[in-house]
């Protein structure tokens, strides 16, 4: 399969405990989005990287957020000292490098924290 | 200021019957993109459409058209003769030059297709 992969599928974690988030993009895509979507609502933007650069982050909702993408391949997205209102589901996009293709978006990262 | 709006939360209709649903966007950028997205029950965001703000030629795709108008800042999606696999929650999205790449969801139109 050649979709984006997102990993785990659901995460329940404690506050205040820190959690990591995997995203695998499409292969020949070197364009990477980090989108949050809670219940009721459109995904939000957070942060993109086009290979391993990380063009746009001032959208990462507290600096308890960070997203890498070290190697231009896969990206994660850690949440430092988790909060209730964390809970949401995490997507991953990606897409060419033309800023207007579609993006492909992942099945997603749920987050449950108690 | 929400940069798209979808009025519409939740609608329901009964098979084989038309269904529109209504997009209206914001922007002062005059190079944009817009875009849907369905996503079942299961989740994944799956790509409709893409159009260009130069580009306002509506689009037919099977039983999916798109209706295009910058007059109005409108971008409608109507589904032709509905079927039960369509239900899912529906999302108009919006992409600016000036802004890059970031994409501007709506908060989504629930449609469910009832059998």
Not at chain 1, 3 to 18: L, Y
Not at chain 2, 63 to 69: D, E, M, V
Not at chain 2, 85 to 108: H, P, R
Request: proline residues 3%; charged residues 20%; contains cysteine.
């Amino acid at each position: 399969d050649t979709g984006v992969s997102q990993d785990p599928r659901h995460k329940i974690t404690k506050r205040g405990q820190n959690v990591t988030f995997r995203c695998d993009p499409i292969s020949e895509h070197n364009r990477l989005y980090w989108y949050r979507q809670t219940l009721g609502q459109g995904p939000e933007f957070l942060t993109y990287f086009q290979n391993e650069a990380q063009l746009e982050k001032s959208r990462l909702l507290s600096d308890r957020f960070s997203a890498e993408r070290p190697k231009g391949s896969f990206s994660t997205l850690e949440i430092q000292r988790t909060e209730q209102g964390d809970s949401a589901m995490y997507l991953c996009a990606s897409s060419l490098v033309d800023s207007y293709n579609e993006q492909f978006f992942g099945p997603g990262t749920r987050l449950t924290v108690l | 200021a929400q940069k798209v709006t979808q009025a519409q939360t939740e609608i329901s209709v009964v098979e084989k019957e038309d269904v529109t649903l209504d997009c209206v966007y914001e922007t002062r950028d005059t190079t944009y993109y817009l875009f849907w997205y369905k996503q079942p029950p299961s989740g994944e965001l799956v790509f409709l459409i893409r159009r260009n703000s130069f580009d306002e030629q509506n689009e037919i795709s099977g039983r999916y058209s798109w209706n295009f108008q910058k007059s109005t800042s409108s971008f409608n999606f109507t589904i032709t003769a509905s079927q039960v696999v369509d239900s899912a929650v529906y999302f108009c999205a919006l992409s600016e030059a000036e802004t890059g790449n970031q994409f501007y969801f709506g908060t989504g139109t629930s449609l469910t297709v009832i059998p």
